[in-house]
């Protein structure tokens, strides 16, 4: 009986041992049946998913595990976290413009793409979409998949209740066209709110990302390292603008995201609509919806600029790097790029792929010729050099204090700059 | 284990033997008979310490290694800077704010959660119909995943368009900025916490008011104690380690909440203005999205020694009610003749 309990326990000890074991063996590419598995990450609404199907079909030794991740926010915590345990990346993961930079700090962790032939394709790509990409040792680590031109989505409806004009082409004149302003559309504003008594924006958080993108150096000079912040006048003076409209009323005091009971409550009359923005729009309604009421128009306050952007990297603890960087390659490649768009809104950033959408209408969004549309919202419209602390500076330094402008707790520009200077300080100086 | 008797004892007929020759003799079966008596209690319990030594001592070392260099989290690590990563998250304002957030949150669910357990744990203790189904039935929230029950409240109490907000709106009152204000972020998360934990805690109080003999009750009840007597007077004196145990089990739980408040604005680290961040969400936050892993390892640390300290409290305390609470058991001297007489059962 004894010697029982001896091998009893030592049977014990070791099943132990097993499932400590096999908890810790990654369990990557399976291959029953000769089956290769890529496992793909994505977030947000980038479309990617339109082609997974088309891919599968046509490689039928492929098989394709996707994840997409709610927001850009989850996805790079997700990838931060997965580079630092030096383990556990997705083959192909989706990396957005604001945190590119950092990724780039340790672009090690992703494939050199040119080793997958990249340059033999790279001028399918928007010049400066393909040197994004690409780090401080000529490594190409992202393959560019979509831009962030930005176009103004308003609700058509409410603007013709509101006596503003309501078609596209005269709302962007209206607003002013080519030379809109964003006192003018400020002053639009406080004409909607007068005439509706409703709210014209539901968070000035996206017209202020728009605002940042727009100037030449953002939060960090062009070297991509020096803060622009303290000191920076214009900066600043768009924060004063800020503040008067929304002490005008022209807020809904909503969260920046997930505000769609208020959309369908007409609660607000605009969204600042970079290309990925339109399936989040879309998003905030049943799937099929066409009588929303939202409309979009070519116009952007301040001039045109690029806002976000996205690029498919392979990572570099992949177990089947050349199959990976394939199915990448072939997912930024134009006529995916344009199924994508088709299906979610994030604008090609293949010269190809924008021609093959050309024509492209949006239901959702009344019919507006989307296509066209992001096509002169992009025209010489170079992305502006992000800084490591990027998306943490808008995130974490005038986020909050855009949360309290929207609660009207602060009325004031100037109280407004040096509550965001004080994060600053705290968050990254 | 009758075997093993025959090992230690030398046998009667040759008491001139040493044991340790007598062992020589053994035979196979005895060795290995005697090995497992030595040895199998080490390797009973051996799984658990290498585990723990595995996924908690090593853990624990190596964060004190990372908190004392410059450590980034991709780059990986960088100087030596001895302290300055745990001064500089003590001067962090970021820092107390999630300190006071935590220790807040944590009132707002343990003060109450314990109070309703310890009711329900009573209750139950009654002569129910169908026991089996009330147990069960208060311990269903805790078999909710805690992602899940942070998702609903999330819904539950979204400032716009949760039910709260229509209930408040039904009675024509102001609508609470749930994910605003701080102390309304801190009691929809608490109640999170409470929903979950309240059934658990229960449970463990009612398992401890069970093993109070009944005929404490019965002799308090014949000496014509009521209830809510008898409740306070035995019920809760005689609950007060489990109590302890609870208490001390919540406050460590408390102390490191990260899901609850994460989900509540799974895009903020805690609210957009820090409301309700957390210690661990703190942390959380220095660790991916600002990538400094030196003082995201300090802070876990801090929060270790923080967390060490509040169990020392609490252990004191329950040391000096223990201490204080030995008087009033002696003093009512009617009492002791029927608790004698119970402990002596029928003999009397």
Known sequence: MSSRRAITASIAGAAVFAIVATGCSASAGGSDDGKITLSVTTFGTMGVDANYTK?????????????????????????????????????????????????????????????????????????????????????????????????????????????????????????????????????????????SDKAFYHSPRFFWNSFVNQQEEGYYKSDGETLNIEGNDVLKDQLALVVEAENAGLGAGLPGWDVGPQAKAGDYATYMCPSWMLGIVQGYYDEGTTDSGWDFADVLPGGAANWGGAFLGVSESSEHKEEAAALALWLAAPAQQAASFELAGPFPSTIEGQALVADSTNEFFNNAPVGEIFRARSEGVIAQVKGPEDSNIQDNVFGPVFDRIGQGEITDGDVAWDEAMVLLDQLVG | ???????????????????????????????????????????????????????????????????????????????????ANYTSVLSDPFFWNAFGNTVSIFLLSAVP????????????????????????????????????????????????????????????????????????????????????????????LLAAMQAIPRDVYESA?????????????????????????????????????????????????????????????????????RRDFGRAAATAWILFLIIILA????????????????KPVKIPAAKRPYVTRSINGGRK
């Open chain 2, 113 to 204: 959660q314990l109070l309703f357990a310890t009711v329900i744990a009573a209750l139950l203790d009654q002569a129910l119909r169908a026991k089996t189904f009330w147990r069960m039935s208060i311990l269903l929230p805790y078999i909710v995943a805690p992602v899940a029950v942070a998702v609903i409240f999330a819904q539950v109490f979204n400032q716009y368009t949760g039910p709260v907000a229509g209930l408040l709106n039904l009675f024509g009152l102001e609508p609470i900025r749930w994910a605003f204000d701080v102390l309304p972020s801190h009691i929809a998360i608490a109640s999170m916490v409470n929903w979950r934990w309240t059934g658990y805690n229960a449970l463990i």
């Open chain 1, 55 to 195: 891919y599968m079909e046509e490689n039928p030794n492929i098989v394709i595990e996707a994840t997409n991740l709610e927001g850009g926010g989850a996805a790079r915590d997700d990838a931060y976290a997965k580079i630092a345990a030096g383990t556990g990346l997705s083959d192909v993961v989706a990396i957005e413009e604001g945190w590119l930079g950092t990724i780039q700090e340790v672009s090690g962790s992703f494939v050199d793409l040119r080793d997958y032939g990249i340059e033999d394709v790279a001028d399918e790509w928007l010049d400066w979409k393909y040197k994004q990409g690409t780090d401080a040792d000529g490594r190409v680590i992202g393959a560019g998949l979509d831009i962030g031109p930005q176009g103004l989505c308003y609700r058509g409806d409410l603007f013709e209740a509101a006596g503003l004009p309501s078609e596209r082409t005269e709302v962007a004149e209206y607003f002013g066209g080519d030379d809109a302003t964003w006192e003018r559309f400020y002053e639009v504003g406080a004409e909607y709110v007068a005439a």
């Open chain 2, 221 to 289: 009840a014949l000496d014509g104690a009521n209830k809510v007597r008898r409740f306070w007077a035995i019920t809760v004196p005689m609950i007060r380690p489990t109590m302890i145990f609870v208490v001390i089990t919540s406050t460590i739980g408390g102390l490191q909440i990260f899901t609850e408040p994460k989900l509540f604005d799974g895009r903020t680290n805690g609210g957009g203005g820090r409301q309700f961040q957390t210690i661990v969400l703190y942390l959380y936050e220095l660790a991916f999205p």
């Open chain 2, 1 to 83: 284990m009758s075997s093993t008797s025959t090992i230690t004892t030398p046998s009667p007929t040759s008491p001139s033997r040493k044991p340790t020759r007598a062992r020589s003799d053994l035979t196979f079966k005895q060795k290995l008979s005697h090995f497992d008596h030595k040895a199998s209690p080490f390797l009973y319990i051996a799984p658990f310490f290498i585990l723990f030594a595995l996924i908690g001592i090593f853990p624990i070392a190596y964060t004190l290694n990372v908190s004392l260099y410059d450590w980034h989290l991709l780059k990986g690590q960088g100087d030596w800077v001895g302290l």
């Open chain 2, 311 to 326: 169990g020392l409290a609490n252990y004191a305390i329950a040391r000096a009610i223990r201490t204080n609470d030995i």
